[in-house]
Structures are given as structure tokens and as C-alpha cells.
């Protein structure tokens, strides 16, 4: 994992022999020119400013960019959302009777999602559904599945009997549009990731002894750039019990200053932070001894001055 570590008063980016391997084999030097300079950053940059500073083209970026995420050093950015109001035609009541009647695949769905959300949809909820199918061509079976999703975390989030509405299941479908998740195949492959991603976030919570709940999303943002920076979850419950000590509960940012710390210093693991924080208490033991015989030393001379 690439991190931090210290030398003196100066910070060292550190990468690992996997990283540099990979890097080597692409024989792309933008592509190792833009991860070193987004370890360095060890933050967000904005194309612009990545591009000023190296040099880059928008076609450098991008194909350097595409590097990284083959070779698996770079997370392929989500894209954002349209804002629905903006982006999505308006349906009239004769257009979307003549749907009903005339497309099966959206006749057969409606009721499904009538039932999954327990209500009748009205003719607002209509044409979102209608801008799902119509205009986003998502399929059926698809929305079908988004709609499941919806309820899902809904109800994970909420508690049972809550329901997403359908504005909220839109704006899900816009990201999946955008995400290019348009089959069935695709949408069980985004599922299973992110079933895999509630997984992990709970095993972080329960070490941040957070039971009842799953993380909001400001939780998620600290708990998400923690395990991509290596951190399992014991070392995160280590910060955790260093956090509360100190500050009585637990502080999101006094905790991810810690785990920082230790990141910039290449510590992941908790046999990595208890090594690495005993050289400190090793040094300091000898220190004292060693001024604890200096001052006997010093006795004895005054004792054997006094004899003379």
C-alpha cells in the first residue's frame, strides 16, 4: 500500500513492490508521473489542476488515467447524477396511457412496483418510471431490481415499513444509467458489490462499536478511505480506543487524524502500529538509565571529594 512514511522532518511517499512492479510493466510514464503525483497530493485533484501540474493533455490524462484503473491503481471515478427535473421529459397522461397499452414490458411492470413500494403509483410517480424505461432505456427487469435496491436500503437505513419514493429511485437509476449498468448481468454485478461494500462497512461500525445502524454517508466517506488505505478493521478499533481515551467518545476526525499518522508512517496492520510505536519507548528507557547513572556517578565523585 503507498503511503507516508518519515524521514527526519521530511514525509517520503511509499510505495509497494506490487505498485512499482505494476507501474514498471505498463511502461507508461504518465501513468506512474499521475500516481506519484496523486500520492504526493494524497487528496482529490480536479483534471485541471493534475493537468497543469504535469503537463498533460486532456488525451495524456485520460489514457493515463485508464492505466491506472487496468492496472488496479486507481478507482474509476462514480459519475455524478443529472438533476432529473433538468434532464427528463415530461410525460402527458395520454402519453403514458398509450404505454400502458401498447408496451407490455412496462404494463407488466408497473404492478411489481406497486407492490414492492405498497402503494398506487400516481401519475407523477408514473412518469419518473416512464423517464426510467422511455428515456433512460433501462429494462424492465432491470428497474425491477433497482426498485428491490431502493427498498432495500431503505429499509436497512429506516426500518421496516419505510419506502424509498420514487424521485429518490430516479435519481438511483440515473447513476446506474450512467454507470453503464443497463442488463441484468451487469446490475447483479454492481449488487454484488455493493453488497460486499455493506459487508465490509459493518465489520468497520461494529469495530467502531456502532451496532444498530448502518453509516451515513459522511461515516461511509471516512470508513471507505480507510480500507482502501490498507487499514483492517483491529487497527481501526485500535484508533478507536486511542480516540475515546483521549477525547471521552469517539470523534470521527481526531480518529482519522490518527489513522492518518499512521498511514503516512506505512503502518496498516496492528502488529505494524505496536512495532512501530516501541521503538519511541525503547529509546526513552535507556535515556533515563542513562541519566540515572550520570547522577550516581556524580555522587560517588562528591563522596570520595569528601574523604579526601
Given amino acids: 500500500m503507498a503511503g507516508y512514511i518519515l524521514r527526519g522532518a521530511e514525509k517520503s511517499i511509499v510505495l509497494s513492490a506490487q505498485q512499482a512492479d505494476a507501474l514498471i510493466s505498463s511502461r507508461s510514464g504518465d501513468a506512474a508521473l499521475l500516481f506519484l503525483l496523486l500520492q504526493r497530493l494524497n487528496r482529490g485533484a480536479s483534471p485541471e489542476e493534475i493537468q497543469k501540474t504535469l503537463g498533460f493533455s486532456t488525451l495524456q490524462l485520460s489514457a493515463a488515467e485508464h492505466t491506472l484503473q487496468e492496472l488496479g491503481l486507481l478507482s474509476a ?39 414492492k413500494l405498497g402503494k398506487k403509483l400516481k401519475t407523477a410517480d408514473l412518469q419518473l418510471l416512464a423517464g426510467l424505461y422511455d428515456h433512460l432505456n433501462l429494462p424492465a427487469d432491470v428497474i425491477y431490481l433497482l426498485v428491490c435496491y431502493c427498498v432495500q436500503r431503505t429499509t436497512r437505513r429506516f426500518g421496516e415499513g419505510r419506502r424509498p419514493t420514487m424521485r429518490q429511485i430516479e435519481k438511483e437509476g440515473c447513476l446506474w444509467a450512467q454507470m453503464g449498468i443497463c442488463d441484468q448481468q451487469s446490475a447483479a454485478k454492481y449488487l454484488r458489490t455493493m453488497a460486499q461494500r455493506q459487508e465490509k462497512a459493518a465489520a468497520y461500525m461494529h469495530a467502531l462499536q456502532i451496532h444498530d445502524r448502518p453509516p451515513v454517508d459522511s461515516e461511509m466517506y471516512y470508513l471507505k478511505q480507510w480500507w482502501e488505505q490498507g487499514f483492517p478493521p ?67 565523585w562528591m563522596r570520595r571529594y569528601k574523604k579526601q
Fill in 77 to 115: 471515478p462514480v459519475p455524478l447524477p443529472p438533476r432529473p427535473s433538468e434532464e427528463h421529459p415530461q410525460y402527458s397522461a395520454d402519453e403514458l396511457s398509450d404505454m400502458l397499452e401498447t408496451d407490455r414490458d412496462f404494463a407488466l411492470l408497473v404492478p411489481q412496483i406497486e407492490e
Fill in 234 to 300: 483491529e487497527t481501526v478499533a485500535l484508533a478507536y480506543d486511542k480516540t475515546v481515551f483521549q477525547k471521552k467518545e469517539l470523534n470521527w476526525r481526531y480518529l482519522n487524524g490518527i489513522l492518518r499518522r499512521w498511514h503516512e508512517s506505512g503502518w496498516h496492520s496492528v502488529e505494524e502500529v505496536t512495532q512501530g510505536e516501541q521503538p519511541a519507548i525503547r529509546r526513552s528507557a535507556p535515556q533515563k538509565e542513562s541519566e540515572a547513572q550520570a547522577r550516581r556517578d556524580g555522587a560517588d
